[in-house]
Structure formats: C-alpha cells, structure tokens
Nanobody, 120 residues
C-alpha cells in the first residue's frame, strides 16, 4: 500500500508565503514524476508545478516567478514554496506521484488535498 500525505496549508494574507509538503510512504521501489495541482470552487483542477526524478521542473504561467517546487528523494517528499501569494491562489492543493511499488506495478497516486486561503 502507498499513501501520500500533504501538509502546510492554511490562511495567509496577500503577499504572504506558505510551504506545502507531501510525503509518500508504504511499499515504494522508486518514484518518477511528482507534482502539485489545485482546484478552486467551480473550476477545473489545474497543474501548478511538476518535477521529475532528475530535478527538471515546469510551472503554470500564473505561478512562474512566485512558486518553487523541489523534492528530497531520500525522504520521498515533494515541496511547494509559495511566495507573493494572491487571492486567486486560493484553492485546495493536491499532491500526486508516479510510483513503482513492485517489479510489475507503476501507478499514479493522489493525496487528499490541503486548503490554501489567501485573504485580507
């Protein structure tokens, strides 16, 4: 069994910062891509940032220059540093990971989500 657990969400003022963490645990042989998605009420889920096992990254245009994704392979953890937060960043943020948990199986897993609210 594999589980992803997010942490670090909360309420911040515009211009503030938050750091999200997502740790994978369970039967894991290796992890390929990891990423962060978000979904606001009434809107579709969108990719925020992604990172490969080798450290290559990509970002949504709306967060470039403000957000930074990183990972610690030894800890099976991915992070999202969010700076200069705006009200439009308010959403539930979800972690995902492409994980090989056996010699035969490689699946994409999702976390349960963590709420980020940016408001004055």
């Amino acid at each position: 069994q594999v589980q992803l657990v997010e942490s670090g969400g909360g309420l911040v003022q515009p211009g503030g910062s938050l750091r999200l963490s997502c740790a994978a645990s369970g039967s894991i042989l290796s992890i390929n891509d990891m990423g962060w998605y978000r979904q606001a009420p009434g809107k579709q889920r969108e990719l925020v940032a992604a990172i490969t096992s080798g450290g290559s990254t990509n970002y949504a245009d709306s967060v470039k220059g403000r957000f930074t994704i990183s990972r610690d392979n030894a800890k099976n953890t991915v992070y999202l540093q969010m700076n200069s937060l705006k009200p439009e960043d308010t959403a539930v943020y979800y972690c995902n990971a492409d994980i090989r948990n056996s010699l035969r199986f490689r699946l994409v897993y999702w976390g349960q989500g963590t709420q980020v609210t940016v408001s004055s």
